[in-house]
């Protein structure tokens, strides 16, 4: 890595041609919003609106890319060097990784169903609303942005911001095809939406890649997150005061699980940039060179299967991560001027850089002398005689200047300490100030609360005095039901009582019914004896008056079978 011997080196200054994102459009929807929804705005996606509006200078870009050194995955400038790092990203985005995950995406676009519960959209209106382009999946960009004016008419703020905060990360953080928010840019927009995942390490990626692909193919844009890199180049050209960022940090990012650098992982493939390039932009000492393995390259463009090993590393990798801070300060990093002299000898290998370069003085022709030049020349014969006149009085005044030297070195060190102490006191009061400002906004919302309290305090008491006006109706209509219920119970036991003497009575008529029955039983025995008794009585009595005859049976028995005989007849 970094040798002159490298073919990649060799590259010639370019016409870069860098994506302009289209922010007219954001800025007009968030003119829409009031205080309160820029707040919520605010606290759920930090500084990302901030980093939208920002002017980006498309020429700073372009001249930057001639910088790019592409083997080292670094900016090199001939005799130092610069590269975009997660802490300082962390900070232009206002969004520290801390103990937060990191977003790497996990190889698989997010369902259209995920989407539609985020920004409140069918699905099947989504699907109605894909485009391919360029073989990019993803959702128009004017679809979006009308149904964000539509959610402003209804009041709907809460998926007003969703879809607004998703319109900045596929226009501003993860830009590809224009007019589209692709589905890459969806997913680190519901990664960060759903589990606060950082978008840092994806941003970086995307950026690095971009140069790397700019510099193997000529036509090719700078597509990134070109208001972060920006603001980037900004505080590096025009810093002059420490930078907050480095106060009261523990460490510095220096590898990730087995790999010797960074690596990281975009909505394009994986690619690393190298920390050990960069200590000097941290605060800390450039020594020794940098070893071979420290900038080994981590390059894998695309997600398909060919790469799936390395994106599983770099996957694992961002589990265990290394700070350094002491270790960095210490003289076990080198030689001190060892850096020097390997940069020096890469830079040699680079035939861009001296193109950079002004002429040499004895390239330039000297013109010829005219009268004018010569009456000056004497005029500086002169001004040489003087000077040696005044040498006597400036190696005196020399003298005094050292030891005012002295005491200037020792006012210095003495301004350095006290420098650092209002520094830190600086850090504690801007600390106190953001404290504050977060404690008059919750503040102000609890008074809203309370305005708002008061407000449903006296509708619930209107409708309290209207649910108790029913209720002494509805007490009215039961006292009525009441009444009514008694005179049907009344009602009820004279009727229950004029059953229970009916039932008495009829009790009564069955005993007699009974009774009769048995009666009538008897009766009709002997009347069956008696019929019985009839049926039989002629036969007897023709037997009995032949009898009679036979034997000369006694007048009184001749009467009785005469009677007989007539009753019979």
Known sequence: MGSSQTPSLKKRFYQVKVKSLGITSLKELGQLMGQLQWQAFRKAYSKIWDLAMV?????????????????????????????????????????????????????????????????????????????????????????????????????????????????????????????????????AFLAYHNHKESP????LADLY???????????????????????????????????????????????????????????????????????RQLGYLMRGAPLEEELAPVISQGFNETNVETLQKVRKAWEVVQKKDKELRGNNNGPIGGYRKWLKAHVQGLDWLPSLRTAKREEVEAPKEDKEVQALRAELEQAQTIKERFKSVALKIQKENAELRDINIATTKAMEQETKRARREEHGRNKFRGALWGSNNELKLRRE??????????????????????????????????????LATAHEHRVADEYAQMYAEKEARGRV??????????????????????QELPRLLAKAKAMADTYSAPEEIHGLLSYCQHMID
């Open 200 to 203: 840092i390490v994806a941003m």
């Open 55 to 187: 002017e980006v200078s498309t020429e700073a870009i372009a001249s930057l890319a001639q910088y790019y050194d592409q083997p080292l995955r670094c900016f090199t400038f001939g005799d130092f060097q610069l590269s975009p790092m997660v802490e300082e990203f962390e900070e232009i985005l206002g969004c520290p990784l801390g103990g937060r995950k990191p977003y790497l995406f996990s190889g698989f676009y997010p369902s259209l169903t995920r989407i539609s519960k985020i920004v409140q959209i069918s699905a099947q209106e989504l699907d109605h609303r894909k485009q391919v382009e360029n073989g990019v999946v993803g959702i128009q960009r004017k679809y979006l942005e009308a149904k964000v004016r539509i959610l402003t008419g209804k009041g709907e703020w809460t998926p007003f911001i969703d879809i607004l905060a998703l319109l900045i990360f596929g226009g501003v953080l993860f830009p590809n095809v224009d007019g589209l928010v692709d589905l890459a840019a969806i997913d």
């Open 449 to 486: 609360e309370k305005d708002r309290s008061r407000v449903d305090s006296l509708i619930l008491k209107d409708e309290l005095k209207r649910l108790c006006e029913t209720e002494t109706n509805m007490l009215a209509i039961i006292s009525k039901y009441q009444e009514e219920l008694n």
């Open 513 to 534: 019914i009974d009774s009769l029955h048995q009666e009538a039983t008897m009766w009709m025995d002997r009347f069956a004896l008696t019929l019985n008794g009839s």
């Open 209 to 279: 890649d971009t140069f790397g692909r700019r510099c193997e193919k000529s036509n090719t844009r700078i597509v990134c997150c070109t208001p972060a890199l920006y603001v980037w180049l900004v505080s590096h050209l025009f810093r002059q005061e420490f930078p907050r960022w480095k106060e009261g940090r523990t460490g510095v990012l220096i590898s990730c699980g087995g790999f010797p650098n960074v690596p990281l992982m975009g909505t394009r493939g994986c690619i690393n940039y190298n920390p050990v390039l960069a200590r």
